[in-house]
């Protein structure tokens, strides 16, 4: 069995990192998290620490709502404003050839964490979905959390 090392993910997957509570939530009192890529009135940003590319950030509103229906104008305005301005981060940073913008509302439409509303902006890029994860099983990620999380907040200054 051929084996691809990934040291820095140890911290993902160990039992420390497993904590109970909303990650939303979380951000939302500590916006000093190494994660956290910038935090407004109304959302926060966010690296998804499980990401399906690199670069892959979760937009919150920072109040705990389960459905776009909840959403204040003011909150619908900021979390779509957050999400351009996070596009353009990943844009100066990554420089990707597009992007995967969505909620996914409900487990069956693919949610992983349901209670608390959440938009995905994946990157892309042309040939990035090759022979690993259909040989495989295994995705690549190129570059570490925390490195991209440091382009990220230096990007926005």
Same mark, same amino acid.
């Given at each position: 069995? +051929?084996?691809?090392?990934?040291?820095?993910? /140890? $911290?993902?997957? &160990?039992?420390? %990192? =497993?904590?109970?509570?909303?990650?939303?939530?979380?951000?939302? =009192?500590?916006?000093?998290?190494?994660?956290?890529?910038?935090?407004? !009135?109304?959302?926060?940003?966010?690296? *998804?620490?499980?990401?399906? *590319?690199?670069?892959?950030?979760?937009? #919150?509103?920072?109040?705990?709502?389960?459905?776009?229906? @909840?959403?204040? @104008?003011?909150?619908?305005? +900021?979390?779509?404003?957050?999400?351009?301005?996070? !596009?353009?981060?990943? @844009?100066?940073?990554?420089?990707? @050839?597009?992007? $995967?913008?969505?909620? $996914?509302?409900?487990?069956?439409?693919?949610?992983? /964490? %349901?209670?608390?509303?959440?938009?995905?902006?994946?990157?892309?890029?042309?040939? +990035?979905? *090759?022979?690993?994860?259909? /040989? #495989?099983? %295994?995705?690549?990620? &190129?570059? &570490?959390? +925390?490195?991209?999380?440091?382009?990220? !907040? *230096?990007?926005?200054?």
């Amino acid at each position: 069995m +051929d084996k691809l090392w990934a040291p820095w993910r /140890i $911290n993902y997957v &160990s039992a420390k %990192t =497993k904590g109970k509570g909303c990650i939303f939530c979380k951000a939302k =009192k500590d916006a000093s998290s190494e994660h956290v890529i910038f935090k407004t !009135k109304f959302s926060v940003v966010m690296l *998804n620490i499980y990401p399906y *590319n690199n670069g892959h950030l979760l937009v #919150a509103p920072l109040r705990h709502i389960r459905d776009i229906s @909840q959403l204040t @104008q003011e909150e619908t305005v +900021d979390l779509f404003k957050c999400l351009n301005r996070a !596009k353009l981060l990943l @844009q100066k940073v990554l420089k990707p @050839q597009g992007y $995967n913008i969505g909620f $996914n509302l409900t487990r069956s439409a693919g949610a992983g /964490i %349901t209670g608390h509303l959440h938009m995905h902006i994946v990157p892309r890029w042309i040939g +990035d979905t *090759n022979f690993m994860p259909v /040989i #495989a099983g %295994t995705k690549i990620i &190129s570059q &570490s959390l +925390d490195e991209l999380a440091r382009c990220l !907040k *230096n990007a926005d200054k």
